[in-house]
């Protein structure tokens, strides 16, 4: 079945007006209903509130707020319109290190500088067909860091209610 992508709805947050206008404009020939875009982090619950976004884009580098800092504002303030919301970043990095650190402070999805529009829609895609569960700890919240769940692992028990139940054998 194909994507609806003209019922999205999709915030841009990206401080380089050439880029949050090329960013705009992939979207638009993607299909993408509305786009909406800011070029820093302060407006974002605003845009939120008065859009409602299916999904958010953001710059990790930005001067006033960079995307991490809007990410965990996102997902952790009490104020935020929507912290499940899915949420893009776009980097020029493309260190395991810098996914490590998206990934860890409730990012979504990631995509590395220079782009193509069939990266753009990867991860859109990605995003709509594939949504993982949100997980809360004391130190995080987001989308659950693990990709995959492996019906073959043999590994230790990891979650603490696997350990009371190999405690009651």
């Given at each position: 079945?194909?994507?609806?992508?003209?019922?999205?709805?999709?915030?841009?947050?990206?401080?380089?007006?050439?880029?949050?206008?090329?960013?705009?404009?992939?979207?638009?020939?993607?299909?993408?209903?509305?786009?909406?875009?800011?070029s820093g982090g302060s407006r974002v619950f605003e845009l939120m509130q008065?859009?409602?976004?299916?999904?958010?884009?953001?710059?990790?580098?930005?001067?006033?707020?960079?995307?991490?800092?809007?990410?965990?504002?996102?997902?952790?303030?009490?104020?935020?319109?929507?912290?499940?919301?899915?949420?893009?970043?776009?980097?020029?990095?493309?260190?395991?290190?810098?996914?490590?650190?998206?990934?860890?402070?409730?990012?979504?999805?990631?995509?590395?500088?220079?782009?193509?529009?069939?990266?753009?829609?990867?991860?859109?895609?990605?995003?709509?067909?594939?949504?993982?569960?949100?997980?809360?700890?004391?130190?995080?919240?987001?989308?659950?860091?693990?990709?995959?769940?492996?019906?073959?692992?043999?590994?230790?028990?990891?979650?603490?209610?696997?350990?009371?139940?190999?405690?009651?054998?």
């Open positions: 079945m194909a994507l609806q992508l003209q019922r999205l709805r999709i915030l841009v947050v990206e401080d380089n007006n050439n880029m949050r206008e090329l960013i705009a404009s992939v979207l638009d020939n993607l299909g993408i209903g509305r786009v909406f875009t800011a008065e859009n409602e976004p299916d999904i958010v884009i953001l710059d990790w580098q930005m001067p006033e707020m960079d995307g991490l800092e809007v990410t965990k504002m996102i997902r952790k303030d009490p104020e935020s319109p929507d912290p499940f919301i899915p949420i893009i970043v776009i980097t020029g990095y493309n260190s395991l290190e810098r996914v490590k650190i998206a990934r860890d402070a409730g990012v979504t999805e990631f995509l590395i500088k220079p782009f193509k529009a069939t990266d753009v829609a990867k991860r859109i895609e990605h995003v709509i067909n594939h949504p993982r569960d949100f997980v809360s700890t004391a130190d995080f919240f987001g989308p659950d860091r693990r990709r995959k769940v492996d019906k073959n692992y043999n590994g230790p028990k990891r979650r603490k209610e696997d350990k009371l139940k190999a405690l009651d054998w």
